[in-house]
């Protein structure tokens, strides 16, 4: 099983219209409303794919029953911690192109009592979990520490951690080991940059530094250019010949879906160049398929197939 965390839910809007122009008014296509968030569409995205997972997020009060109504309609097993501070909304306008725009709120931060529910509620569902993922941003004012204690838990259990989070969240964090962070470019080098380690000169040369301050592997997302892995000896980019017209929003949670349900059941981390070849492979296909979806958090497993042989693998030299 695999628990996903979501410190910063969001419901999810998305608006479809024919095409966004600036300072104009506009007639909504279709609207559609969801529970979301980037560890709850990482959920849904596994339950989609048939992989077992419990999304674990703090939600506001008078969200609650939209939230537990919507993901059980996409039987999607959670664990909501009640908080008295609203959900924040995140608004998605998606052009018939493909291309969407977004517009996110900060959130309102939770007190110490919150999140101390929702450590409990990963440490209740450690005993029968192989795999955490924790994703997304935070609210303001939010614990610095709260996914070194996630990590330092879900360790001490046996679990293998996969973290989709940036700046403090992600450089506190790396000295404890996480098996695998995937920040994105700008991201990494904001990290790095935290740390102290300077001016990074490439993608592959961000990954290796990340896992030179204790991550055992890095996978930085780099747009059109794809995916670069390392992990101890080996480095590779990942990607398609050409990219996919459609809606991203929801293509970085549907990739850490992959990665967490590649781990989900392994003793290790796989090792060499053609196991991570393979990882990566299925990453980029469920990643390239949630893009073909007019929503986050979703995939279809037809479309996955057909990806699949499509993705290129390249090693990447020293």
């Known amino acids: 099983m695999i628990v996903t965390v979501t410190p910063n839910p969001a419901l999810d809007i998305t608006y479809a219209v ?14 559609s409303e969801r529970a979301g968030g980037k560890g709850l569409n990482v959920a849904s ?11 674990v997020a703090p939600v ?16 999607v097993l959670h664990r909501l911690v009640p908080s008295p501070c609203p959900t924040r909304r995140s608004v998605a306008v998606v052009e018939a ?11 309102i931060g939770q007190s110490q009592r919150v999140w101390d529910r929702v450590v409990d509620e990963v440490a209740t569902l450690a005993p029968t979990a192989a795999v955490l993922t924790v994703s997304g941003s935070f609210p303001p004012g939010a614990d610095a520490d709260l996914v070194r204690t996630l990590t330092r838990l879900a360790h001490e259990a046996g ?7 940036s700046g403090v969240h992600l450089s506190r964090v790396l000295a404890l080991g996480p098996d695998l962070v995937k920040p994105n470019r700008v991201e990494a080098a904001q990290t790095l940059t935290g740390l102290g380690r300077g001016e990074v000169p490439s993608v592959p040369g961000a990954a290796r530094a990340l896992v030179a301050a204790g991550a055992r592997s890095a996978l930085i997302s780099d747009g059109t250019n794809g995916l670069v892995l390392v992990h ?3 480095a590779l980019r990942a990607h398609l010949p050409r990219p ?3 809606n991203p929003t929801g293509a970085g949670d549907a990739l850490t879906a992959a990665l967490a349900a590649d781990l989900d059941g392994i003793a290790d981390l796989p090792h060499g ?19 073909l979806q007019p929503v986050a958090g979703t995939v279809d497993e037809a479309d996955v197939e057909r990806l699949l042989p499509a993705v290129e693998i390249e090693e990447l030299r020293s």
């Open 273 to 291: 160049a053609e196991a991570w070849a393979a990882v990566l492979r299925r990453g980029v296909a469920w990643a390239a398929a949630a893009v």
């Open 97 to 107: 192109n493909g291309r969407a725009t977004l517009f996110n709120e900060p959130g």
């Open 232 to 234: 101890d000896d080996v």
């Open 18 to 31: 024919p095409v966004v122009a600036l300072g104009e008014s506009h007639r909504v296509a279709s609207v």
């Open 244 to 246: 996919l017209s459609g």
């Open 45 to 55: 995205v596994l339950a989609t794919m048939g992989h077992g997972a419990v999304a």
């Open 159 to 165: 679990l293998r951690v996969v973290l989709d989070v």
């Open 60 to 75: 506001g009060e008078t969200d609650i029953d939209l939230f537990r109504s919507d993901l059980g309609a996409r039987r």
